[in-house]
Antibody, heavy 120, light 111 residues
Framework: EVQLLESGGGLVQPGGSLTISCAAS????????MNWVRQAPGKGLEWVST????????YYADSVKGRFTISRDNSKNTVFLQMNNLRVEDTAIYYC?????????????WGQGTPVTVSS | QSALTQPPSASGSPGQSVTISCTGT?????????VSWYQQHPGKAPQLMIY???QRPSGVPDRFSGSKSGYTASLTVSGLQAEDEADYYC???????????FGGGTKLTVL
């Protein structure tokens, strides 16, 4: 059974930094791209970032480009999102999501999310 | 404002069918057969219901079906059940620049 467990969320001041993690199990982690998707309070889903299976290719939404960095450690089955220069509008639940085997722009497994609150 | 346009709400009585639309552009839905639909119950993570426009993951009831015409994708839920009451989000691949775009979500109410 696929399991994705996010951690590291919390309260941070505007301009601050935070790194969140997602520990994966139940599948061959180093064969799949991984993603972060966020959901602001009462709002819809927003794709944030994607990293390919090996970690050498990354993609970012324009809203976070230059501030967020996605990375992965395949030896520990973990994907990270380092968030710098955080803004109030980055407040959201951040979900880790695994891509579908045959449809790499589809997310077939999601974690329960970790909340990030940016506030003074 | 979301990249894909969904109606904010939809409703139907138990046993009825309801269709939720998702309208995009030539840069996403119109150019790629990579439309997905996700169901989200309150306080829970999204769950994949449809991918590749029409494909159902294992475990998803065949009451859920997807289609696409031009720039608009649709999710149809047949034989509505109480547990289908949830928020539904569409998504589409939008090329290497925008990557994946989502709709704003549709709250489905089972009357």
């Amino acid at each position: 059974e696929v399991q994705l467990l996010e951690s590291g969320g919390g309260l941070v001041q505007p301009g601050g930094s935070l790194t969140i993690s997602c520990a994966a199990s139940g599948f061959t982690f180093n064969s799949y791209a991984m993603n972060w998707v966020r959901q602001a309070p009462g709002k819809g889903l927003e794709w944030v970032s994607t990293i390919n299976y090996s970690g050498d290719t990354t993609y970012y939404a324009d809203s976070v480009k230059g501030r967020f960095t996605i990375s992965r450690d395949n030896s520990k089955n973990t994907v990270f999102l380092q968030m710098n220069n955080l803004r109030v509008e980055d407040t959201a639940i951040y979900y880790c999501a695994k891509v579908h085997f045959t449809s790499p722009r589809t997310y077939d497994s999601w974690g329960q999310g970790t909340p990030v609150t940016v506030s003074s | 404002q979301s990249a894909l346009t969904q109606p904010p709400s939809a409703s139907g009585s138990p046993g009825q069918s309801v269709t939720i639309s998702c309208t995009g552009t030539s840069n996403d839905i119109g150019d790629y057969n990579s439309v997905s639909w996700y169901q989200q119950h309150p306080g829970k993570a999204p769950q994949l219901m449809i991918y590749g426009v029409t494909q159902r993951p294992s475990g998803v009831p065949d009451r859920f079906s997807g289609s696409k015409s031009g720039y608009t994708a649709s999710l149809t839920v047949s034989g509505l059940q109480a547990e289908d009451e949830a928020d539904y989000y569409c998504s589409s691949y939008a090329g290497s620049k925008s990557f994946v775009v989502f709709g704003g979500g549709t709250k489905l109410t089972v009357l």
